[in-house]
């Protein structure tokens, strides 16, 4: 297995790197991210792997929104919970391209992959000392508000994709499983 | 004069920590996330519906006292390498973009502060 990310900060950020805004693009109904050559390292192993061979990945990947946004109010009080947050939310697909190679040059792959059957959102979000804000404060980083209703379940379920094949080795991104996809308890 | 040099070196250690922080906005991490044992807790939910997930509503953000467009999916595919094998590709890549109050180190030994800032930030 191969595992690329950046590394969990020291404070508990989990595998973010900070990366310039104009890398982002979004308009109307999609989002568009361009990174090349971003400093990782190949866990080999998720989670607590040990290896960390020294690496960069770059790709491309186009996030599209699709139906009804829905709503979201913080539901909990209780800080540790997942569902403190506001915001407003699309069902989305995302498909993309990527390349990774060790800063050895040991090894290099490229791929490409789909999200398709897959959960997958986008919308805005606010979280922590925001989650009170009144929504108007974000409404502008996303236009073209269609309306309330929610979605239908067929859309929600986490993962149906059946085209993993459980007789190649895996590289991924982050969160791996190997025949049952995306995730288990290791 | 050995623990004169110790303590030299601590205090060394401490200012080049300190100027690795100024200038920067620490983002801050969601107090809850996942429980995957052995290992404890990752500052991260994983949305979604079914098993395995946290429930459609779960915070897909990686960042507290965030205000942020955010975008995420999980997705499969394939890869081959320099040598011709092909692997099962899984990612799950996040992009935030936005405000987010972090913390910047405000007193002697690092103590911190809130500050606010903008930022985009990918998660891998």
Known sequence: MHDFNPGITPNGVFWIVQIPDDAVQITGDTLTIHLQNIAVIDQLHFPGGTGNAPATVSFDITYTKSG????????????????????????????????????????????????????GEMGTERNGSFAAENDDAVAKLLPSEQGQTGVGVSQLVGNKNAELRSDLPLLKGRVPIKGSPLRTAP | MTKGIKIAGALCILFLCSLRLTGQVLPVPLPGGDIIQPFGLFNQFFPGVGAGFDGLNADPHGINNSRTFVAMGYTAGTATDSSGKTYNVITDIRVYQGDYIGAVPTYGAGGTTSAKAHGTFVEI
């Open chain 1, 68 to 119: 009804m946004p829905r709503r979201v109010r913080p539901t909990s009080s209780d800080p540790l919970s997942p569902f403190t947050w506001a915001g407003k939310m699309w069902m989305a697909t995302n498909t993309g391209t990527f390349s990774a190679a060790y800063n050895d040059g040991s090894f290099a792959a490229t791929g490409s992959f789909s999200s398709s059957g897959n959960f």
